[in-house]
């Protein structure tokens, strides 16, 4: 009886906190479909678009010829890469040569206290012309519509803007889990972003600020010994005052293919960078998984105690049921903005909707995992690279 009690606490508490961001999802979409029915105008200041790569990825060459073919007629794209040695190196030039777009092949060094991916980035912004204007970062394993640096830069318009980012939203190339499971475990965090410029952070793989900004928030310094290029580019901003807006119609899609050491690798890389980088965010984020697993757990053991001893339980399941639903809920809604944001591949996102229904509402357990094991590491593996994250400051690199 007292765990049914304590049950009925948590089991309350997760229905009224599930209803509270069905209906902040609600808002969400509101603001995503106003958003995407936004004219992005014709503003066009010369702008470079910084393509970090490392190694040879599934889909690179299709992903790194998007960059090359927006309908923008001002910009030039800048692919970078550690050295010569690098096995894209061939692809990445043969890609550039091609280009529509003007494009270069820029060879950044070996990094030093950073990570590589920073290292190619400040190696190329301090490369860079004067006559840019705008800076937009993009990652090599994302595919990017048409439109899409149209609609990043547009917002810059406003010099009061300090940034425009926008999220990646996986699709699986195959129906194996571990893959299935990454592509449910990335797409809450695509509704962590919205119309709170205040609470946005910036994504490395889709964000484009003015040039003087960037120097004036001193992220060239914010980056010089970090691992976390969109939180330390994040920090700057946010202690000059300049606001991020989140761009839904931005949205860009990355296909995966991995298996369980490839998805732990990642979720426990992502994790481990925001207990550094994030620790607020962090700690908020486990305790309200961790209270959602337990939870659901403790509901489904009382539930089937209840059952067996012959006694009534049907007010424990629908409470065990109800934040699961709701979970569901939200699930929905972020497919239904990608499925009209991203409307080229409307087809696709609806093929894997049951992904975000189904197996969705199960991934905080993965999430418990994800933070358990930030609690007891701080070392991340990258493209092959080992870094040690010793505070947002200061990262050693610990080789292959």
């Known amino acids: 009886m007292q765990m049914e009690k304590v049950f009925d606490f948590l089991g309350i508490l997760q229905v009224l906190v599930g209803a509270y961001l069905v209906y902040e999802a609600a808002k969400w979409l509101a603001y995503a479909r106003r958003r995407t029915a936004t004219d992005p105008g014709f503003f066009s200041p010369r702008t470079a678009v910084i393509c970090p790569c490392r190694g040879m990825e599934p889909g690179l060459e299709l992903n790194i010829s998007a960059l090359c073919e927006f309908d923008h007629q001002n910009y030039e794209v800048f692919f970078v890469l550690a050295s010569e040695s690098d096995p894209a190196v061939s692809l990445v030039k043969r890609v550039a040569s091609q280009a529509r777009a003007k494009a270069h092949v820029v060879f950044a060094g070996a990094p030093q206290d950073c990570s590589e991916k920073i290292n190619n980035l400040r190696a190329v912004i301090q490369q860079l012309p004067e006559e840019f204007e705008i800076l937009v970062f993009?990652?090599?394993?994302?595919?990017?519509?048409?439109?899409?640096?149209?609609r990043l830069t547009a917002?810059?318009?406003d010099s009061r803007i300090g940034a425009a980012t926008t999220m990646r939203w996986l699709i699986a190339n195959n129906n194996n889990l571990p893959s299935l499971l990454l592509v449910a475990w990335n797409a809450p965090i695509l509704t962590m972003l919205g119309e709170n410029t205040a609470k946005n952070f910036c994504w490395g793989g889709g964000t484009a600020?003015?040039?003087?900004?960037?120097?004036?928030?001193?992220?060239?310094?914010?980056?010089?010994?970090?691992?976390?290029?969109?939180?330390?580019m994040t920090t700057a901003l946010q202690r000059t005052g300049h606001p991020i807006v989140f761009l839904p119609e931005c949205i860009t899609v990355s296909y995966v293919d991995t298996d369980l050491s490839g998805l732990l690798e990642f979720t426990n890389r992502q994790i481990v960078i925001t207990r550094v980088y994030a620790p607020q965010i962090w700690a908020s984020a486990f305790a309200t998984h961790f209270l959602f697993c337990v939870t659901i757990l403790l509901g489904l053991i009382l539930t089937l105690a209840d059952i067996l001893a012959g006694r009534p339980s049907l007010h424990l399941a629908a409470l065990t049921f109800l934040p699961l639903l709701l979970a569901a809920i939200r699930g929905a809604i972020r497919v239904m903005v990608v499925q009209e944001t991203l409307s080229n591949l409307k087809h696709q996102v609806q093929q894997q909707s049951w992904i975000h229904l189904l197996l969705g509402v199960w991934i905080p357990f993965l999430y418990v995992v994800n933070?358990?094991?930030?609690?007891?590491?701080?070392?991340?593996?990258?493209?092959?690279?080992r870094y040690e994250l010793i505070s947002a400051q200061q990262t050693r690199i610990m080789g292959r």
Request: charged letters at 25%; zero cysteines; a positive charge.
């Open 371 to 385: 933070f358990a094991t930030s609690l007891f590491t701080r070392t991340i593996r990258w493209r092959g690279i």
């Open 138 to 150: 993009a990652d090599s394993d994302g595919r990017p519509g048409h439109s899409w640096l149209r």
């Open 209 to 232: 600020i003015r040039k003087s900004i960037f120097e004036q928030s001193g992220v060239l310094e914010e980056w010089k010994n970090s691992a976390s290029d969109d939180y330390s």
């Open 155 to 157: 917002p810059l318009s």
